[in-house]
């Protein structure tokens, strides 16, 4: 069943902290889908969405890290407390399914440029 959410194949120049922090809110969609179907409990679409977006706002303001402007540091650390949470909600059933999404997460915030540093438009044309 793992599997389901895939980090987009999108040339670096695209990565930025935003696009990484939306990316966070599939993924999370994603394994909380998987978790539900795991578990014998369907959910609704919108519903999830909405459950997720509210859960994965809440981490970041607990973590102390804006939803609106997030850093490098600060979406490793929503991240982490993600993880955190679902591997407490889940236990080992849910191991295969948060290793393999925090795995594909990794993959695009490995590729954001570190906090403090922009990557300028006329580099990314040179």
Do not use: W
Request: net charge negative; aromatic share 6%; hydrophobic share 35%.
């Amino acid at each position: 069943m793992t599997g389901t959410y895939r980090a987009p194949d999108v040339p670096t120049e695209q990565i930025t902290r935003e696009f990484v922090r939306d990316e966070l809110f599939r993924c999370f969609e994603s394994a909380n889908k998987e978790f539900l179907t795991l578990l014998h409990q369907p959910v609704a679409d919108e519903a999830l969405k909405t459950q997720v977006r509210q859960f994965v706002e809440g981490v970041f303001q607990t973590c102390g890290v804006s939803i609106e402007n997030p850093t490098k540091t600060g979406i490793l650390t929503a991240i982490s407390q993600c993880k955190s949470n679902a591997e407490k909600m889940m236990g080992p059933q849910g191991a295969d399914i948060i290793r393999h999404h925090y795995e594909e997460m990794m993959k695009l915030v490995n590729r954001l440029p570190a906090d403090g540093t922009r990557a300028s438009p006329d580099m990314i044309r040179i």
